[in-house]
């Protein structure tokens, strides 16, 4: 069984960038479609970005069009998503989801696979 364990999270002031990460054990990560959601306080979980296992097929939410990029390293069973030009409404706990597949869907009830969340609070 995959586990996946996100690190990165933290404070950055409006404007400012953050790299998170998501390391996978366990399993065969290089066949599994990883994703990026966010939830913060009050708020339904949200789609920020995926990609597919073979990095061919990647999404973004529109509100992170632009700023965001995710990308993967399959040797070292990592996904990180990069954030630039942070807004306070970036604020929330990411999350890395996965699946084994192909697509990369925007609801969050497709992933079985999800780490423990990183918290990221852009704040001046």
């Known amino acids: 069984q995959v586990q996946l364990v996100e690190s990165g999270g933290g404070l950055v002031q409006p404007g400012g960038s953050l790299s998170v990460s998501c390391v996978a054990s366990g399993g065969t990560f290089s066949t599994l479609t990883m994703t990026w959601f966010r939830q913060a306080p009050g708020m339904e979980r949200e789609f920020v970005a995926g990609?597919?296992?073979?990095?061919?097929?990647?999404g973004y939410a529109d509100s992170v069009k632009g700023r965001f990029t995710i990308s993967r390293d399959n040797a070292k069973k990592t996904v990180y998503l990069q954030m630039n030009s942070l807004e306070p409404a970036d604020t929330a706990v990411y999350y890395c989801a996965a699946r084994p597949g192909t697509i990369v869907r925007t609801t969050s009830e497709y992933y079985d696979l999800w780490g423990q969340g990183t918290q990221v609070t852009v704040s001046s």
């Open positions: 990609m597919a296992w073979s990095g061919g097929s990647t």
